[in-house]
């Protein structure tokens, strides 16, 4: 037992020295890691101009194991464009050690048409969620800084989205979506 134990710490100090983020190392599950694979990937391509709006196959924000999950139903707002007064759906925000992973999940929307959503830092009743929610607040109005999803209804209006980010979102106060061509035709928005 206890030569095991020792290889076992050993195995860890290695895996950890190696890794610079705990939850991709080889000691974590097979599902945590296929929920970081895209997020390291997408990392990498917004150094090179490409930004994190989201991965509809990511693990959903409701199935992290051990998240701070809230959740709430969306409730349209007045500024929503024509066409829309159907919007319905709900949104989930984990937080957990290896960041925030936002998920939401629309129906009502207009078919074909392109939306994106965001953290916002005041709640619905306040400004319609005011502005964006930003980790740095002095940073750029862009992920990684802030938390977007950008997802395109399909032929039934149903929307899906789930966007990560490695950073624990622990002031967003809503999510906000807007149709993606005209962002200030706030559509519907969900507390946190
Ligand atoms: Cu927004």
């Not at 939401?104 to 005041?122: D, F, S």
Request: overall charge negative; glycine content about 10%; proline content about 8%.
């Amino acid at each position: 037992m206890k030569h095991n134990s020792g290889v076992h710490w050993l195995f860890r100090g290695l895996a950890l020295a190696s890794c610079p983020v705990l939850a991709a190392c080889g000691t974590t599950p097979d599902h945590s890691a296929q929920h970081h694979a895209p997020a390291a990937a997408e990392q990498a391509n917004s150094d090179a101009g490409q930004m994190n709006m989201g991965d509809p196959s990511a693990t959903p924000a409701d199935k992290i194991p051990g998240a701070h999950l809230r959740t709430n139903q969306f409730n349209l707002l007045r500024t929503r464009p024509p066409g829309t007064d159907n919007a319905a759906g709900s949104a989930w925000l984990a937080t957990h050690p290896s960041g925030t992973t936002v998920t939401l999940q629309m129906t009502g929307l207009q078919p074909g048409e392109n939306y994106i959503a965001h953290l916002h830092a005041k709640p619905c009743a306040e400004d319609n969620g005011g502005g964006h929610f930003k980790f740095d607040p002095a940073g750029p109005a862009t992920p990684p800084n802030e938390v977007h999803l950008a997802f395109t209804a399909d032929q039934t209006g149903n929307g899906f989205m789930t966007a990560n980010n490695d950073r624990q979102a622990d002031g967003a106060e809503s999510v906000v979506v807007h149709p993606a061509v005209l962002t200030d035709n706030r559509v519907a928005c969900a507390d946190f």
